[in-house]
């Protein structure tokens, strides 16, 4: 079995930042890419950033130089550092990695259960 848990949602003024990480754990042959995506009410779930294995990223053009996103491959681990948030930045923002388990010819999406990022005064 293989699972995503992330961490370190919550509530933040704007301006202000917050560190998401989002560890994969279980029978894990390769770690593809990893990304965050997020979801506000009302909304389509939308990709907000993805890094590959080689270490290239793209993001989406709302949080160029405000967001980062980094990971640490002996900890199996992805992180999203969000800087100079803002209110539209609320949403609930989840993990996504392409896996190739262990003993499996191919590679699967998985996602974590989501963390809610509200900023607000």
């Known amino acids: 079995q293989v699972q995503l848990v992330e961490s370190g949602g919550g509530l933040v003024q704007p301006g202000g930042s917050l560190r998401l990480s989002c560890a994969a754990s279980g029978s894990i042959f390769r770690l593809n890419t990893m990304g965050w995506y997020r979801q506000a009410p009302g909304n389509q779930r939308e990709l907000v950033a993805a890094?590959?294995?080689?270490?290239?990223?793209n993001y989406a053009d709302s949080v160029k130089g405000r967001f980062t996103i980094s990971r640490d491959d002996a900890k199996n681990t992805v992180y999203l550092q969000m800087n100079s948030l803002k209110s539209e930045d609320t949403a609930v923002y989840y993990c996504?990695?392409?896996?190739?388990?262990?003993?499996?010819?191919?590679?699967?999406?998985?996602w974590g259960q989501g963390t809610q990022v509200t900023v607000s005064s």
């Open positions: 890094i590959t294995s080689g270490g290239s990223t």
């Open positions: 996504h990695a392409k896996i190739h388990p262990v003993a499996t010819l191919d590679e699967y999406d998985y």
